[in-house]
Structures are given as C-alpha cells and as structure tokens.
C-alpha cells in the first residue's frame, strides 16, 4: 500500500502564489512518474504538469510559465509551485503518483481557491 499526503493549498489572491507538495510513503520504491490533476466545480479532472523520474516535465498550456512542477525522489515528493494564480486556477488539486510494477495512486485533494 502506498499512502499520499498533500499539503499546501488554500486561499489566495488573483497573481498570488502558493506551494502544494504531496509525499508518498508505505510500500514504495521507485517512483515512475508523478504529477498533479485538477477538478473544478462542474468539470472533469485535467493535468497540469506532471515529472518523469528523470526530471522531464510537461505542462498543461494553461498553467505554462506559471507553475513549476518538481521532485525530490529521495523523499518521494512532488512539489507544484504556482505563481501568478487567477481564479480559473480555482479547483480540487489532485497529487497522482505512479510506481514502477504498481498501480496508480491519488491523494486525497487539496483546494485552491484563488479569488479575483
């Protein structure tokens, strides 16, 4: 079993910041990929970046230049820094992790709530 906790989100002014972070711990080894998904009220969950083990990102076109995507495998830890936040960055931030020879596992959500 593998357990996730997040941290860091909240409440925020339009061109704020804020720092989530999401530990992996239990029955983990070697981490594969990990990132972070968003939900908004009314709408699907979508990626916003996610980190391969050797450090190659991708971003969601929307959150590109403002976000930064990072981890520390030795902790088993990915970090999204954001930066510039606007309201449509408002939603449920979801850490996603993906171990090498196991399933994929979420956390259990962590709202940002930027205010215009």
């Known amino acids: 079993q593998v357990q996730l906790v997040e941290s860091g989100g909240g409440f925020v002014q339009a061109g704020g910041s804020l720092r989530l972070s999401c530990a992996a711990s239990?029955?983990?080894?070697?981490?594969?990929?990990m990132g972070w998904y968003r939900q908004a009220p009314g709408k699907q969950r979508e990626l916003v970046a996610r980190?391969?083990?050797?450090?190659?990102?991708n971003y969601a076109d929307s959150v590109k230049g403002r976000f930064t995507i990072s981890r520390d495998n030795a902790k088993n830890t990915v970090y999204l820094e954001m930066n510039s936040l606007k309201p449509e960055d408002t939603a449920i931030y979801y850490c996603?992790?993906?171990?090498?020879?196991?399933?994929?596992?979420w956390g259990q959500g962590t709202q940002v709530t930027v205010s215009s």
């Open positions: 996603n992790v993906d171990p090498w020879g196991s399933e994929v596992y």
């Open positions: 239990g029955s983990v080894f070697r981490i594969n990929t």
């Open positions: 980190i391969s083990e050797n450090g190659r990102t």
